[in-house]
């Protein structure tokens, strides 16, 4: 989250007090990241391989730890590394820093809900009480978190509406689908929903609830693939 907020704020063009609120935030995971990294590696001092490898008897405790990691000796002298869990190192891959901000906030709530969620329960699987009060003040800053992005979107969302983006012209889409809901399941439980019905939530027009859509057009058909890409000729499937 640290890198997805710096992006995210280094790439705002005006907007001071947003790209304000995503830097601080940002800054702050850097030093998130440094907690996390100091607890791991005093969680590790004084528990060598033959340590762990005894509590893994354990079978309760070995199929949590399946033994240490021998990276955590070898290549990082017992301290932590950027990797998840299993060992997969850390990529940038998850970073959305898409220039509109209302999207990107909206992703910063769900990597803030999912964080947070983790965190509890990493607090129940634990009985340390150093790791318990250091994960306490991360659940209490991932509540912060959590409720300044909704505070964000919410004032946004006073200006732009709901849907983004909110200046491409509306008239140039399908405005006859744009709030229907079609059912694909084999009940109709979805249309039960504060979404199948009642004015839509952009204030655009009217929620529909479609139970057996019809379909719009025929069966796709495409042509033969060129020659020189040697596909299996469509003749072979009609005998």
Do not use: C
Not at 113 to 130: F, H, I, K, P, W
């Amino acid at each position: 989250m640290a890198m997805q907020y710096l992006f995210q704020g280094w790439n705002v063009r005006g907007n001071e007090k947003y790209r304000d609120l995503l830097l601080d935030t940002g800054t702050e995971e850097l030093a998130h990241i440094e907690m996390l990294a100091t607890m791991i590696a005093r969680l590790l001092e004084g528990a060598p391989l033959p340590t762990l490898e005894e509590a893994a008897k354990n079978p309760v405790i070995n199929a949590i730890l399946g033994g240490m990691d021998p990276q955590h000796i070898i290549v990082s002298g017992l301290g932590a590394m950027p990797a998840d869990s299993n060992g997969n190192r850390w990529k940038a891959d998850y970073i959305v820093a898409s220039g509109n901000l209302l999207t990107d906030f909206r992703m910063n709530l769900t990597a803030e809900s999912q964080g947070r969620l983790q965190v509890a329960r990493l607090y129940e699987m634990t009985d340390d009480r150093g790791v318990k009060d250091m994960l306490a003040w991360l659940l209490a800053r991932d509540t912060m978190h959590q409720n300044q992005w909704v505070a964000a979107i919410k004032e946004m969302e006073a200006k732009e509406n709901i849907v983004v983006p909110s200046t491409f012209p509306r008239e140039l889409e399908h405005r006859e689908v744009s709030h229907i809901l079609f059912n694909f399941s084999a009940g109709n439980a979805s249309a039960h929903g504060r979404w199948a019905h009642g004015p839509s939530m952009d204030g655009e027009g009217q929620f529909k609830y479609v139970e057996k859509p019809v379909p719009f057009a025929g069966k796709p058909v495409l042509n033969p693939a060129p020659p020189y890409l040697f596909n299996t000729p469509p003749k072979d499937f009609n005998h």
